[in-house]
């Protein structure tokens, strides 16, 4: 590692900072200094938006293109702990037409949270970082636009809701089929009572993977060759060269203080529990999302059964490849949710995406959200309403969920406007319980058990093991202090 951040702060003065912002974090954010505090700019619907984006290397770089392109919003700084990516992600061709886009590039994203400057930033950064980034985010004043899942864990979920209540901001959750038309127009489909009565929702997320292979902890040697699956597309060579650009002790942040390994690093955090929340918990909270919303539950489920394993060749994965999970609702209402990141077939001509049943019929949404069918009849299907057009030149592809998110940008910017959270077609609350969802079933995986919940205290039911994958151990240092729940 460089003896000097990326940032031009010593070591020293970053241990330092370290120590400020984790005892701010720790005290709930009553420390800050008040440039950070004082910075919340009144936004008049014709005011420009000044925009951060933290976490840039694959979502994030998206999202990233994504916001320069709305009038009005300018990206002043980019936020990422790997220092190679700056002059790719700053001179990005992709905005080379977006005069705005003049961005500089941090290392500690703690450096965008004191700029007074910036009203909002955009977190596309590994999953454990979600809620802790996101509050202090808001202690800072901040805007809040933050990927799926919002959370890492069941606890840290509510925490988010609590620190969006306490300090007033703007929250929005990357699902972006919130904001897609079709998809919209599919659960209102089922709202008006399309298939009649909804008793059960399946979702898909059918999405092979490659194995990511083993390594060993430290750098990999000078010129060695990697990719994220074996046998892929080739990556740099993680070695001693490259990260001396990389603070990987800031990309571990509150997980525990480990080695690094190149399987735990870039995009593969997301196949280890100390991280990521697996298929289930990444590609799975969109579907979930659109399960919970078609089914109309603004509650958590009561019983939660989940079975699977890792099936792929020897691996340093250890979150599940194949995955079946359920979930009862109080009512007696059904969410099923599949994940196979193996071989496959479709089901009902959907690998991603979602199937409704109801009283009178049933129906699919694809997982790019452009497509939805509905059918009526017990006998025989007879095609009923649907939405098979998409947009002219959209570049559909249901295994990409980057193509048409430009809505639920627009949204959160439009509710920054006008200061009106209920404009928000995803708010804290709407990704918090589409989260937990998956925590849930990961949790029931992990103790291989079905578990009873009780979501008004979000406990489990006489299950102490069970209770205490909620939440997890912080490193110290980046704790996360409770909020008393309000409701």
């Known amino acids: 590692m460089a003896d000097q951040?990326?940032?031009?702060?010593?070591?020293?003065?970053?241990?330092?900072?370290?120590?400020?912002?984790?005892?701010?974090?720790?005290?709930?954010?009553?420390?800050?200094?008040?440039?950070?505090?004082?910075?919340?700019?009144?936004?008049?619907?014709?005011?420009?938006?000044?925009?951060?984006?933290?976490?840039?290397?694959?979502?994030?770089?998206?999202?990233?293109?994504?916001?320069?392109?709305?009038?009005?919003?300018?990206?002043?700084?980019l936020a990422d702990v790997d220092l190679n990516l700056e002059a790719e992600r700053v001179n990005d061709k992709a905005l080379a037409d977006v005069p705005t886009f003049k961005p500089?590039?941090?290392?500690?994203?703690?450096?965008?949270?004191?700029?007074?400057?910036?009203?909002?930033?955009?977190?596309?950064?590994?999953?454990?970082?979600?809620?802790?980034?996101?509050?202090?985010?808001?202690?800072?004043?901040?805007?809040?636009?933050?990927?799926?899942?919002?959370?890492?864990?069941?606890?840290?979920?509510?925490?988010?809701?609590?620190?969006?209540?306490?300090?007033?901001?703007?929250?929005?959750?990357?699902?972006?089929?919130?904001?897609?038309?079709?998809?919209?127009?599919?659960?209102?489909?089922?709202?008006?009572?399309?298939?009649?009565?909804?008793?059960?929702?399946r979702g898909l997320c059918f999405k092979p993977r490659p194995p990511i292979g083993k390594y060993p902890d430290g750098p990999l040697a000078a010129g060695a060759k990697y990719s994220l699956t074996v046998g892929g597309r080739p990556e740099p060579t993680w070695d001693a060269a490259y990260l001396s650009k990389v603070d990987y002790d800031l990309w571990l942040g509150p997980a525990a203080k480990t080695p690094f390994n190149v399987n735990h690093f870039h995009y593969n955090w997301h196949w280890h529990f100390a991280y990521g929340n697996g298929d289930t918990g990444n590609q799975g909270p969109h579907q979930f999302d659109i399960?919970?919303?078609?089914?109309?539950?603004?509650?958590?489920?009561?019983?939660?059964?989940?079975?699977?394993?890792?099936?792929?060749?020897?691996?340093?994965?250890?979150?599940?490849?194949?995955?079946?999970?359920?979930?009862?609702?109080?009512?007696?209402?059904?969410?099923?949710?599949?994940?196979?990141?193996?071989?496959t077939n479709d089901e009902g001509g959907v690998k991603i995406g979602n199937l409704f049943y109801g009283s009178e019929g049933w129906m699919w949404v694809d997982g790019d959200g452009r497509k939805w069918q509905s059918y009526k009849g017990r006998s025989k299907d007879e095609k009923g309403p649907g939405s098979d057009a998409p947009p002219p030149d959209s570049g559909s592809d249901p295994l990409v969920l980057t193509s048409i998110e430009t809505p639920h940008y627009q949204n959160f910017v439009d509710a920054i406007r006008a200061n009106d959270p209920k404009k928000l077609t995803c708010d804290v609350v709407e990704g918090h319980l589409s989260s937990a969802l998956p925590h849930l079933a990961n949790i029931s995986y992990r103790v291989g058990r079905q578990l009873q919940f009780d979501g008004k205290s979000e406990t489990f039911v006489n299950d102490k093991d069970a209770d205490k994958l909620l939440t997890r151990e912080y490193r110290k240092g980046w704790e996360i202090k409770p909020l008393s729940r309000t409701e």
């Open 104 to 201: 500089a590039f941090v290392q500690d994203f703690r450096r965008v949270l004191d700029d007074k400057d910036v009203d909002g930033v955009i977190i596309a950064t590994p999953n454990h970082w979600h809620a802790l980034m996101t509050i202090m985010a808001l202690q800072a004043g901040k805007h809040v636009y933050v990927e799926k899942p919002s959370s890492y864990t069941v606890w840290e979920g509510r925490q988010e809701i609590e620190a969006t209540r306490k300090y007033g901001k703007i929250v929005q959750v990357g699902t972006m089929n919130r904001s897609r038309p079709a998809v919209r127009q599919a659960m209102q489909f089922l709202k008006d009572g399309g298939i009649g009565k909804v008793y059960m929702a």
């Open 5 to 77: 951040q990326g940032n031009g702060m010593s070591r020293r003065e970053f241990a330092s900072r370290l120590g400020v912002t984790a005892a701010v974090v720790a005290a709930g954010g009553h420390f800050l200094p008040s440039t950070a505090m004082g910075a919340t700019r009144i936004q008049g619907a014709n005011d420009k938006l000044v925009l951060a984006s933290i976490g840039v290397r694959g979502q994030g770089n998206a999202l990233k293109r994504g916001f320069a392109k709305i009038k009005g919003v300018e990206i002043k700084t």
């Open 291 to 343: 399960a919970r919303w078609g089914l109309g539950k603004q509650e958590h489920p009561v019983k939660i059964s989940s079975v699977g394993g890792y099936f792929g060749p020897e691996s340093s994965q250890d979150t599940p490849n194949v995955q079946t999970s359920f979930f009862e609702y109080a009512d007696g209402t059904i969410l099923e949710f599949a994940t196979r990141g193996e071989s």
